[in-house]
T-cell receptor
Framework: AQSVTQLGSHVSVSEGALVLLRCNYSSSVPPYLFWYVQYPNQGLQLLLKYTSAATLVKGINGFEAEFKKSETSFHLTKPSAHMSDAAEYFCAVSGQRGAQKLVFGQGTRLTINP | DTAVSQTPKYLVTQMGNDKSIKCEQNLGHDTMYWYKQDSKKFLKIMFSYNNKELIINETVPNRFSPKSPDKAHLNLHINSLELGDSAVYFC?????????????FGQGTRLTVV
């Protein structure tokens, strides 16, 4: 069985500050990990994904994430927050053989303070 | 062009009614999904179809019946709607064969049962 835990349902940072959203996963098979962003009243958009080619993954809008197997983590970071980054962020894991099924974390709401 | 489109975007209906949500994707993908997002933003897979064949059914009540007339369409019919069915329903699609491929999501259908 696979699961994802996102630490902190709400994160608030100042504009220009570092963004760090935490994600820990549990998987009995090699995981494939994703970060999605959901803006208000919209669908989910892929930020980045871990595909085992590189442990440090760069995504859109200046976000990146590092896969750490020893810590079973895939934390999302951005060096400098922008007001437009305010949204809900979801970490997800897949890897179940024979079917593609994303298991999502509970989400982290990111608020940017001016 | 919208990659994954759902209709309607909003749906308000009374308890006991039957309603359908339609989904279409123009990405040429062979796998489509329905996810449910509850009031706490938690996302969970409901169904997955690959080449019109049901491959995932996550213990969803029988009142929910997906139908896939072709690879590009996956509709969701709900009978005898209950208050607890109120949620946002997301359609998604992906290409099978690679577990690390991402899913593309529609804008969601906000269902409110009164």
């Amino acid at each position: 069985a696979q699961s994802v835990t996102q630490l902190g349902s709400h994160v608030s940072v100042s504009e220009g500050a570092l963004v760090l959203l935490r994600c820990n996963y549990s998987s009995s098979v090699p995981p494939y990990l994703f970060w999605y962003v959901q803006y208000p009243n919209q669908g989910l958009q892929l930020l980045l994904k871990y595909t085992s080619a590189a442990t440090l993954v760069k995504g859109i809008n200046g976000f990146e994430a590092e896969f750490k197997k020893s810590e079973t983590s895939f934390h999302l970071t951005k060096p400098s927050a922008h007001m437009s980054d305010a949204a809900e962020y979801f970490c997800a894991v897949s890897g179940q053989r024979g079917a593609q099924k994303l298991v999502f974390g509970q989400g982290t709401r990111l608020t940017i303070n001016p | 062009d919208t990659a994954v489109s759902q209709t309607p975007k909003y749906l308000v209906t009374q308890m006991g009614n039957d309603k359908s949500i339609k989904c279409e994707q123009n990405l040429g993908h062979d796998t489509m999904y329905w996810y449910k997002q509850d009031s706490k933003k938690f996302l969970k897979i409901m169904f997955s179809y690959n080449n019109k064949e049901l491959i995932i059914n996550e213990t969803v009540p029988n009142r929910f019946s997906p139908k896939s007339p072709d690879k590009a369409h996956l509709n969701l019919h709900i009978n005898s709607l209950e208050l607890g069915d109120s949620a946002v329903y997301f359609c998604a699609s992906s290409q099978s064969g690679r577990l690390n491929t991402e899913a593309f999501f529609g804008q969601g259908t906000r269902l409110t049962v009164v």
